[in-house]
């Protein structure tokens, strides 16, 4: 007599099994591509945005509050100064200063060894401005000499060469090169800042918030929840007490408070986010430690002479992580809640950092006007980020409930 092999005996351990039905949860799957997608838009970063500058913050009025899908002819002309090269892993982290600068133009003219350009204005008032061409197309020294002779033009450029060229040569470079179209997929901000470069740098804080936030609660909460669940006793009461001191404070009212203790900052907001959320992980982590303990393994455990530390975190933990890592999850989420909260308050995220918080906070007040988009987007943002992990935790704790099975 056969007896029926069971549909997921192949697959091998509870995990691989938790992830079979995970994968097949479509909901929770798509969130989690969703996430894997923006994480990884948010690590490649400055290598995608449209602004290349330094914490996305190049500036220019004449740009400001335009409408998304807005295309706009600009000049990019060498600055006079030193821009210093940077590796494409600096660019990854930290961007890079334009070496142009930029200035939006409506209409300009080629004349001899000169540009003149009218500036972009949306009430058609833009001013008249003349640049050397060879200012556009290299950078000088403040007393550079141009030496012209007929169609010929020599001058030395900031770093000490003496170019010798022609003006026709000039012009056509400058067509070519120095003139060209910027399009803002999703306008700018009242600054001139392409929206879309600040919600893709902004994810970076977000994801990170989360990251870091629930890395801290973790290791906070498993250790207290692991040695009141596992020791009992006056260490339970003890620690049971200290959690609901903690439990009892709001939890925003706590984070505001942390984050006036660490000052304001990128990284003193993971902390202050971290060090507020561990209570639920400890909450957790005792009870099931409390269940746990008095089970066969754990007694043959102690008759073997284990240590109570190899007890706790090498048998005990790993059958506890299931809850743990569903509410890690909902955790996700807060923390990103939190974050933009803090920054949408000032005492987040400082600028010109940006995050999906201060973005809300900077626009806001265009809600009302024909700007809306501008606080609407990254509210989005955030809600889409949050829905996101709150499917994810939904998935996990309908894979990981082995009564549901079928």
Same mark, same amino acid.
């Given at each position: ?12 351990? =509870?995990?691989?099994? #938790? ?7 479509? %909901? ?13 838009? $948010?690590?490649?970063?400055?290598? @995608? ?25 600009? =000049? ?33 003219? &080629? ?92 994810? +970076?804080?977000?994801?990170? @918030? ?22 009992? $006793? ?36 993971? @902390?202050?986010? $971290?060090?507020?959320?561990? @209570?639920?992980?400890?909450? %957790? ?14 007694? #043959? ?15 005990? =933990? ?6 743990? &890592? ?33 973005? &809300? ?5 265009? &809600?009302? =006007? ?8 990254? $509210? ?16 996990? +704790? ?9």
């Amino acid at each position: 007599m056969f007896l029926r092999k069971h549909k997921y005996d192949s697959t091998g351990s =509870l995990s691989k099994l #938790a992830w079979v039905r995970f994968h097949k949860n479509g %909901v929770a799957f798509a969130a989690l591509l969703f996430i894997g997608f923006v994480s990884f838009i $948010g690590i490649i970063g400055y290598w @995608v945005t449209p602004d290349k500058s330094p914490m996305v913050n190049e500036q220019n009025l004449l740009l400001a509050t335009l409408r998304p899908g807005s295309k706009v002819m600009v =000049l990019k002309v060498h600055k006079n100064q030193e821009i210093p090269p940077r590796n494409i892993f600096h660019l990854l982290l930290f961007g890079q200063e334009n070496k142009y600068s930029i200035y939006p133009i409506s209409s300009f003219i &080629i004349s001899g060894d000169s540009i003149r350009i009218k500036e972009f204005s949306k009430d058609a008032t833009g001013l008249e401005k003349a640049f050397l061409l060879a200012n556009v197309c290299f950078p000088l020294t403040e007393n550079a000499k141009l030496i012209v002779v007929g169609n010929r033009i020599s001058f030395t450029t900031l770093d000490g060469k003496t170019i010798i060229t022609t003006t026709d040569v000039l012009k056509k470079q400058v067509l070519a090169e120095n003139i060209i179209y910027k399009t803002f997929i999703l306008g700018t901000d009242r600054y001139g800042r392409d929206v879309l470069s600040q919600l893709i740098i902004g994810s +970076r804080v977000s994801i990170s @918030v989360g990251f870091i936030s629930v890395a801290i609660s973790l290791l906070i909460g498993i250790f207290l929840g692991a040695i009141a669940g596992y020791f009992g $006793g006056k260490t339970d009461a003890f620690i049971s007490w200290f959690i609901n001191v903690v439990w009892a404070v709001p939890t925003l009212l706590l984070v505001i408070a942390v984050t006036f203790a660490l000052g304001k900052g990128f990284w003193q907001v993971f @902390v202050a986010v $971290g060090l507020t959320m561990w @209570v639920e992980v400890a909450r %957790v982590v005792r009870g099931q430690f409390m269940s746990l303990r008095e089970k066969e393994f754990v007694e #043959a455990a102690r008759a073997l002479g284990y240590r109570n530390f190899r007890i706790i975190f090498k048998h005990i =933990l790993p059958n506890a992580m299931a809850p743990v &890592i569903v509410i890690s999850a909902a955790n996700f989420a807060s923390a990103i809640l939190l974050e933009a909260g803090l920054s949408f308050l000032g005492i987040g995220v400082q600028p010109p950092m940006p995050s999906w918080g201060s973005m &809300i906070k900077e626009n806001y007040a265009y &809600i009302i =006007l024909d700007y809306a988009y501008l606080a609407i987007l990254p $509210g989005i943002a955030i809600m889409v980020m949050v829905l996101a992990f709150m499917l994810i935790g939904n998935g996990l +704790r309908d894979a990981m409930d082995v009564k549901s099975e079928k």
